[in-house]
Protein backbone atom coordinates (compact mmCIF):
# COMPACT_ATOMS: atom_id res chain seq x y z
CA UNK A 1 0.00 0.00 0.00
CA UNK A 2 1.19 3.80 -0.73
CA UNK A 3 1.17 6.07 2.12
CA UNK A 4 1.63 9.61 1.37
CA UNK A 5 3.51 11.85 3.93
CA UNK A 6 4.38 14.95 3.57
CA UNK A 7 7.24 17.68 5.26
CA UNK A 8 6.43 21.42 5.94
CA UNK A 9 7.33 23.97 7.85
CA UNK A 10 4.52 25.67 10.13
CA UNK A 11 5.32 28.76 8.75
CA UNK A 12 4.66 27.56 4.94
CA UNK A 13 0.74 28.45 4.14
CA UNK A 14 -1.97 25.82 5.22
CA UNK A 15 -2.99 23.66 2.05
CA UNK A 16 -6.88 22.32 1.63
CA UNK A 17 -5.10 19.17 0.19
CA UNK A 18 -2.54 18.69 3.97
CA UNK A 19 -5.43 16.06 5.11
CA UNK A 20 -3.97 15.82 8.91
CA UNK A 21 -1.61 18.00 9.93
CA UNK A 22 0.61 17.14 13.14
CA UNK A 23 3.13 19.50 14.71
CA UNK A 24 5.96 16.70 15.83
CA UNK A 25 8.57 19.45 17.73
CA UNK A 26 8.74 19.73 21.83
CA UNK A 27 8.94 23.36 21.54
CA UNK A 28 5.90 25.45 20.55
CA UNK A 29 6.99 27.70 17.37
CA UNK A 30 7.65 31.35 17.90
CA UNK A 31 4.89 34.03 17.11
CA UNK A 32 2.75 31.08 16.20
CA UNK A 33 -0.85 30.92 17.67
CA UNK A 34 -2.95 27.31 17.85
CA UNK A 35 -5.34 28.61 15.93
CA UNK A 36 -3.33 29.53 13.10
CA UNK A 37 -1.72 26.13 12.09
CA UNK A 38 -4.64 24.53 11.80
CA UNK A 39 -3.51 21.63 13.45
CA UNK A 40 -4.99 17.89 14.18
CA UNK A 41 -2.66 17.67 17.00
CA UNK A 42 0.50 18.77 18.55
CA UNK A 43 2.59 15.54 18.79
CA UNK A 44 5.71 15.95 21.07
CA UNK A 45 6.26 11.74 22.11
CA UNK A 46 7.70 11.31 18.26
CA UNK A 47 10.16 14.33 18.41
CA UNK A 48 13.59 13.99 19.29
CA UNK A 49 14.66 13.83 23.38
CA UNK A 50 15.39 17.21 24.47
CA UNK A 51 19.21 15.96 25.40
CA UNK A 52 19.29 15.01 21.73
CA UNK A 53 17.52 17.81 20.76
CA UNK A 54 20.10 20.21 22.20
CA UNK A 55 23.36 18.70 21.49
CA UNK A 56 22.48 18.79 17.48
CA UNK A 57 21.24 22.49 17.79
CA UNK A 58 24.46 23.30 19.61
CA UNK A 59 26.83 21.49 17.13
CA UNK A 60 28.25 19.03 19.70
CA UNK A 61 27.15 15.87 16.81
CA UNK A 62 26.78 16.20 13.34
CA UNK A 63 23.60 15.43 11.45
CA UNK A 64 24.75 12.17 10.94
CA UNK A 65 24.81 10.97 14.51
CA UNK A 66 21.78 12.99 15.18
CA UNK A 67 20.04 10.93 12.51
CA UNK A 68 21.53 7.75 14.13
CA UNK A 69 20.92 8.59 17.67
CA UNK A 70 17.22 10.03 16.73
CA UNK A 71 16.32 6.68 15.27
CA UNK A 72 17.11 4.91 18.05
CA UNK A 73 15.47 6.60 19.96
CA UNK A 74 11.98 5.73 17.97
CA UNK A 75 13.25 1.93 17.83
CA UNK A 76 13.39 2.57 21.83
CA UNK A 77 9.37 3.24 21.70
CA UNK A 78 7.50 1.81 18.66
CA UNK A 79 4.43 2.96 20.37
CA UNK A 80 5.12 6.43 19.80
CA UNK A 81 4.81 6.10 16.06
CA UNK A 82 1.34 4.18 16.27
CA UNK A 83 -0.79 8.17 16.29
CA UNK A 84 1.44 8.82 13.34
CA UNK A 85 0.26 5.59 11.21
CA UNK A 86 -2.66 5.32 12.21
CA UNK A 87 -2.84 9.37 10.60
CA UNK A 88 -1.33 8.00 7.56
CA UNK A 89 -3.37 5.04 7.15
CA UNK A 90 -6.64 7.45 6.95
CA UNK A 91 -4.96 9.42 3.98
CA UNK A 92 -2.54 12.53 3.86
CA UNK A 93 0.00 12.99 6.48
CA UNK A 94 1.39 16.72 7.07
CA UNK A 95 4.33 16.54 9.64
CA UNK A 96 5.17 19.83 10.74
CA UNK A 97 8.28 21.46 11.91
CA UNK A 98 9.75 24.72 13.06
CA UNK A 99 12.92 23.85 11.50
CA UNK A 100 14.61 26.14 9.28
CA UNK A 101 15.71 23.04 7.03
CA UNK A 102 13.63 20.62 7.15
CA UNK A 103 16.18 18.08 5.38
CA UNK A 104 18.79 18.60 8.15
CA UNK A 105 15.35 18.63 10.74
CA UNK A 106 14.02 15.04 12.46
CA UNK A 107 11.41 15.29 10.17
CA UNK A 108 13.41 12.97 7.60
CA UNK A 109 14.00 10.69 10.00
CA UNK A 110 10.93 10.52 11.65
CA UNK A 111 9.13 9.79 7.83
CA UNK A 112 11.00 6.96 7.09
CA UNK A 113 10.48 5.25 10.54
CA UNK A 114 6.67 5.76 10.44
CA UNK A 115 6.67 4.25 6.36
CA UNK A 116 8.83 1.30 7.41
CA UNK A 117 6.66 0.77 10.37
CA UNK A 118 3.82 0.74 7.65
CA UNK A 119 5.66 -1.07 5.53
CA UNK A 120 6.58 -3.76 8.48
CA UNK A 121 2.70 -4.33 9.89
CA UNK A 122 1.25 -3.98 5.96
CA UNK A 123 3.89 -7.20 5.37
CA UNK A 124 2.38 -9.03 8.82
CA UNK A 125 -0.98 -9.02 8.28
CA UNK A 126 -0.15 -10.41 4.48
CA UNK A 127 0.80 -13.67 6.41
CA UNK A 128 -1.97 -15.97 7.24
CA UNK A 129 -2.44 -15.76 11.65
CA UNK A 130 -2.83 -20.07 11.32
CA UNK A 131 -1.90 -22.73 8.98
CA UNK A 132 -5.38 -23.24 7.18
CA UNK A 133 -8.18 -25.28 9.40
CA UNK A 134 -9.84 -28.21 7.92
CA UNK A 135 -13.30 -26.81 8.61
CA UNK A 136 -14.88 -29.78 10.06
CA UNK A 137 -13.18 -31.87 7.80
CA UNK A 138 -11.54 -35.12 9.31
CA UNK A 139 -7.73 -34.86 8.88
CA UNK A 140 -6.28 -36.86 6.62
CA UNK A 141 -4.47 -39.53 8.25
CA UNK A 142 -0.91 -41.30 7.57
CA UNK A 143 -1.91 -44.86 6.93
CA UNK A 144 -3.15 -44.63 3.86
Known sequence: MSYEIVLKRVYQPIEPDDGARL???????????????????????????????????????SNGVFAARYRGELRSAPENLLPLMRHAR?????????????????????????????????????EPASSPCFGGHERPSDDT
Open 23 to 61: LVDRLWPRGKRRESLALTDWYRDASPSLTLRRQYHEGEI
Open 90 to 126: AGRLTLLSAARDLEASHLPVLKEAVLAALREEDAADS
